[in-house]
C-alpha cells in the first residue's frame, strides 16, 4: 500500500511541476506561444495522464480492500468468529455455519440471481430450476436440524 501513495505522491507532484512550468514558460515568453511554452504544455498533458492513470490504480486499490474486507467480515459473522473490540469473542445473534455452507448459499444466491435477470424464473415461485439440473437450496447439514 505504502509503494501506492508514493506513486500516486509522485504523479501529483509531477503534476505541479509540469503546471508550474507551463505557467513560467507562459510569463516569460510574454503572452507569445513559443516552442518553449508548447513544449511545456505537451509535458503538462503527459503528467496529466499520468496522474490520472495513478488515480485510476489507487482507486482500484481502495475497492479490492474493500471488497476484501467485506467479505472478511461476512465469513467472520457466517462462521462466528467475530471479536469484539475489547479483544473478547462476541456470541454471535445466529449459529455459526460453516465456510463451505457459506459458500454454497452464495453460489445458490447467485444462481437464483442470474434466473430471475434471465427470466426464467416461475410465475408462482413454487419451482426455480436450472435447465439442466434441479435446484435444491437444501444441504446436507439442514437434514441434521
Given at each position: 500500500?505504502?509503494?501506492?501513495?508514493?506513486?500516486?505522491?509522485?504523479?501529483?507532484?509531477?503534476?505541479?511541476?509540469?503546471?508550474?512550468?507551463?505557467?513560467?514558460?507562459?510569463?516569460?515568453?510574454?503572452?507569445?506561444?513559443?516552442?518553449?511554452?508548447?513544449?511545456?504544455?505537451?509535458?503538462?498533458?503527459?503528467?496529466?495522464?499520468?496522474?490520472?492513470?495513478?488515480?485510476?490504480?489507487?482507486?482500484?486499490?481502495?475497492?479490492?480492500?474493500k471488497q476484501r474486507i467485506g467479505s472478511e467480515c461476512l465469513v467472520d459473522e457466517a462462521t462466528g468468529s467475530v471479536v469484539g473490540k475489547s479483544g473478547q469473542?462476541?456470541?454471535?445473534?445466529?449459529?455459526?455455519?460453516?465456510?463451505?455452507?457459506?459458500?454454497?448459499?452464495?453460489?445458490?444466491?447467485?444462481?437464483?440471481?442470474?434466473?430471475?435477470?434471465?427470466?426464467?424464473?416461475?410465475?408462482?415461485?413454487?419451482?426455480?430450476?436450472?435447465?439442466?439440473?434441479?435446484?435444491?437450496?437444501?444441504?446436507?447439514?439442514?437434514?441434521?436440524?
Amino acid at each position: 500500500m505504502d509503494s501506492m501513495v508514493d506513486a500516486l505522491n509522485n504523479a501529483y507532484y509531477d503534476f505541479l511541476a509540469a503546471a508550474a512550468t507551463v505557467l513560467e514558460a507562459r510569463e516569460s515568453s510574454g503572452g507569445q506561444k513559443p516552442e518553449a511554452t508548447d513544449a511545456a504544455l505537451e509535458n503538462f498533458k503527459q503528467r496529466w495522464e499520468l496522474f490520472r492513470v495513478a488515480c485510476d490504480h489507487a482507486e482500484e486499490f481502495v475497492e479490492s480492500v474493500k471488497q476484501r474486507i467485506g467479505s472478511e467480515c461476512l465469513v467472520d459473522e457466517a462462521t462466528g468468529s467475530v471479536v469484539g473490540k475489547s479483544g473478547q469473542a462476541i456470541k454471535p445473534g445466529l449459529p455459526p455455519i460453516s465456510a463451505v455452507r457459506l459458500e454454497q448459499m452464495s453460489k445458490a444466491v447467485r444462481w437464483l440471481v442470474i434466473e430471475l435477470q434471465n427470466g426464467s424464473g416461475t410465475s408462482g415461485g413454487s419451482s426455480l430450476s436450472h435447465p439442466s439440473a434441479p435446484f435444491d437450496a437444501r444441504f446436507p447439514e439442514d437434514a441434521a436440524q
